[in-house]
């Protein structure tokens, strides 16, 4: 068995200790409840209609939807945040989600001009610039390359941004839902940008999208050569029309203003083109009145999901699942901690699931809650052992002006009667 194994069940096994501790105190709460629904509960005792009739056949829905009983759980925008529908943004339901993967229909969407609808027939990919041979792919061309599968995590460097100066938006789907985690099918931009042969002078890369905002960002030209894709595939399904069908750019670990939709052209240069995005926008102002260019990464973030302001504690007291998520642009999640007293004492959580590098990772943590009020925090460090910062700290470095790259420390207020809030613990 491997430490790492080892490291793991041993961590596994000391969490379900706590649980089954909790469990014994809670667990006559628990028994009691369901003994005396097992002695007079119609829905044991009776014959119900879905035990009673035929539901439909097998083709009653060729494209399956979630149960009706689900209907609440989607993606949700701040009306107040943007001036338009077509350049705003809408976030992940985080709060109801488990495991590490985004459905594809409840991926966040971030447009500057609208969803463009484009037919895969028509649509064309270009290389130019400092190559050798410019090229112009089809789609059927670019099914022709060897393809990867890769599971990464997708963050607007806006994420949290609101939440920079103090607490403002009340649930995690709005503080931290602009982040989503896809399992692409794609081809690596280095087998493209080899075909073309990327002259000695190339050095950056500059995508560009064909939707009505043509999205163009520069990229260097070591990522663009590392591990890039150009991606056709999420979750195994082609790309949602949101996110950029039928192939958009898959920049892993950086910013998602750099993964352009809807991807029509790669053009290498010398040097970067200095583009709306790059400058005005998603660009880091510091205390000084300066902007810092270029913050590719993002580091690495953590955040309790549930409980968290849309799903509060409905159950009482007694054995209670803490879950959230954790994430970085450097690459995997080494430890994630949990505070319920606001950042005071710290235990380690339980990471389950699949470890992978720039993925999001799912955490738990078991404990027996006693109705107390509490401060839920998490604090992740990755596999460079960062650690992730205080939202004081943050403003330390950074000031009061700056809007991306907010990967401060969330506080959850769990009040006595399970409801919670969004407040700041500094
Ligand atoms: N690409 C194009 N062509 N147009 C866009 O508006 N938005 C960017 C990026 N790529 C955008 C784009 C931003 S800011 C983000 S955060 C991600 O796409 C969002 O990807 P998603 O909509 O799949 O979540
Ligand atoms: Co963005």
Redesign the pocket.
């Known amino acids: 068995m491997s430490d790492k194994t080892k490291e793991t069940l041993d961590k596994t096994a000391a969490s379900r200790r706590r649980f089954l501790q909790a469990g014994l105190a809670g667990g006559a709460v628990l028994a009691g409840a369901s003994a005396a629904r097992a002695a007079g509960d119609p829905l044991i005792t009776e014959i119900q209609d879905w035990n009673r009739y035929l539901g439909d056949g097998v083709d009653a829905a060729p494209y399956g939807t979630p149960s009706e009983f689900e209907a609440h759980v989607v993606r949700r925008d701040v009306p107040w945040l943007t001036a338009d529908p077509v350049s705003s943004v809408n976030f992940t339901p985080l709060h109801e989600l488990d495991g590490i993967i985004t459905p594809n229909g409840l991926?966040?969407?971030?447009?500057?001009?609208g969803t463009a609808i484009i037919n895969p027939a028509e649509h064309r990919l270009m290389i130019n610039g400092l190559v050798d041979t410019p090229l112009v792919f089809t789609m059927q061309d670019l099914m022709r390359f060897p393809r990867e599968n890769r599971v990464y995590f997708?963050e607007?460097?806006?994420n949290s941004g609101m939440e920079w100066r103090g607490s403002q938006l009340n649930g995690c789907q709005f503080t931290h839902g602009?982040v989503?985690c896809v399992a692409y099918t794609g081809v690596p931009l280095k087998y493209l940008l080899e075909e073309a042969g990327v002259k000695t002078n190339g050095k950056w890369v500059l995508a560009e999208?064909?939707?009505a905002?043509?999205?163009t960002r520069s990229i260097p030209i070591e990522k663009a050569l590392d591990d890039c894709l150009v991606a056709f595939k999420m979750n195994g399904e082609a790309l949602r029309p949101?996110?950029?069908y039928p192939v958009?750019l898959v920049v892993p670990g950086w910013?998602?203003?750099m993964?352009?939709?809807?991807l029509r052209r790669l053009e290498v240069g010398d040097e970067p083109w200095a583009q709306r995005e790059e400058t005005s926008k998603y660009t880091d102002l510091l205390e000084n009145g300066k902007a810092r260019r270029h913050t590719w990464q993002m580091e690495v973030k953590s955040v309790i999901t549930s409980p968290s302001p849309q799903a509060p504690i409905t159950h009482g007291r007694g054995p209670t699942v803490i879950s959230g998520l954790a994430w970085s642009g450097g690459g995997r999640i080494k430890r994630v901690d949990v505070s319920l007293d606001g950042g005071r004492n710290w235990q380690e959580a339980r990471v389950d699931g699949p470890s992978l590098p720039k993925a999001l990772h799912r955490f738990y943590y078991d404990f027996n809650w006693d109705g107390s009020e509490l401060m839920l925090q998490s604090r992740a460090v990755d596999e460079d052992g960062y650690i992730q910062p205080t939202k004081n700290e943050l403003r330390a470095a950074r000031g009061m002006n700056s809007i991306y790259h907010n990967n401060g420390i969330q506080t959850w207020y769990v009040k006595a009667d399970g409801v919670v809030e969004n407040v700041e613990v500094s």
């Open positions: 991926c966040f969407e971030r447009h500057h001009g997708l607007c460097a806006a602009m989503h999208g064909a939707d905002s043509a999205m949101e996110q950029g958009r910013e998602g203003n993964w352009v939709k809807w």
